[in-house]
């Protein structure tokens, strides 16, 4: 077999056998299939909805109904209790429900990288992190806050001592506004970052995974453990990667397609939100980077937030 012959051959096999993962019969209906979000619809959530309005999910065989949470802790619960059949939720979350005993298991990737982020305006007193010594930060949940807090000051040789923390809550902009507190954690970099931007308030940044932090993914898909290997699961997240690819090479119709699904999201800042967003999605949703969840487990168990690594493959897996 010449080397011609062999690549033919190889690109043969290759059809097919991404034809079988696909397989489900074409004049079968639509199988139900219900995603749990984070919260409520966003940029964050532009491949999904790329996905339900270009026909991507039902090309896969699936009715995906996305039902939206008030309560960003319900999700995961919820589909733990077999009450649906995903949920998005955050690594670091996952690893706290995976502590707590909840059935769970990560199939899928939404966000790969990080989106919070230690915010202080730019006219104000912080101009490095070393400027932190003495000052004042904001912060929204008080686990993950401490702990990516203690490793960003440690990068810079400060303690957590050198600085003093309040928690507020999600009201992160009007304390820092107001120069109530000089920086804040738990703000993220589409979001509360391009508010400041927009709203005449310049803002700078700088992110976890830069200073101490070991890279995690933002947002992910888990489902019940009762669930692993449901075929559904990878016919998901291959339709919400082949959403993804076009969003990526055509942004501008993707937008429009959003705006024209959700119309009250069509303003300025939804727009820098979306923008922004983009090179954050996940091109490989269905991808498992099994040492990227062992360092940031085995962080938070350096810093306390959790009291044992768990081995990955007991709750994260690539689909089918």
């Not at 999910?57 to 009715?63: C, K, N, S, T």
């Not at 730019?122 to 806050?145: E, Q, R």
């Not at 888990?222 to 082949?242: I, M, N, S, Y």
């Amino acid at each position: 077999m010449n080397r011609r012959t062999f690549l033919l051959a190889a690109a043969g096999a290759a059809l097919a056998t991404g034809a079988s993962r696909q397989a489900f019969a074409a004049d079968a209906p639509a199988e139900k299939f219900t995603l749990l979000l984070d919260w409520y619809i966003n940029p964050d959530h532009a491949p999904l909805v790329v996905a339900k309005e270009g026909g991507y999910f039902a090309r896969a065989g699936l009715d995906v109904d996305m039902v939206v949470a008030s309560d960003a802790a319900a999700p995961a619960k919820l589909v733990a209790a077999g009450k649906a059949d995903a949920a998005i939720t955050y690594q670091p979350d996952l690893m706290l429900q995976i502590a707590a005993g909840l059935p769970l298991v990560r199939f899928g990737t939404l966000v790969e990288t990080p989106l919070n982020c230690l915010i202080v305006l730019k006219d104000g007193p912080i101009k490095s992190l070393a400027d932190l010594k003495g000052k004042t930060v904001g912060y929204s949940i008080a686990g993950f806050a401490n702990a990516y807090l203690s490793a960003i000051l440690k990068s810079v040789g400060l303690a957590p001592h050198d600085v003093r923390t309040v928690n507020l809550n999600y009201n992160l902009l009007p304390p820092l506004l107001a120069g109530q507190v000089d920086a804040v954690l738990d703000g993220y970099r589409n979001v509360e970052l391009i508010q400041l931007g927009l709203q005449g308030h310049p803002a700078s940044a700088w992110y976890p995974e830069e200073n101490g932090v070991p890279v995690y993914d933002e947002l992910i898909y888990v489902t019940q453990g009762a669930l692993k290997g449901d075929p559904r699961l990878g016919r998901f997240v291959r339709a919400v990667e082949a959403a993804t690819i076009f969003l990526t090479n055509h942004p501008d119709e993707a937008l429009a397609m959003f705006v024209k699904a959700h119309p009250d999201l069509d303003d300025a800042i939804n727009r820098a939100q979306f923008a922004a967003t983009l090179p954050r999605f996940a091109r490989r949703p269905e991808a498992l980077d099994r040492g990227r969840y062992q360092r940031f487990a085995e962080f938070l168990k350096a810093q306390g937030v959790i009291d044992a690594v768990p081995p990955v493959d007991s709750y994260a897996e690539e689909p089918a």
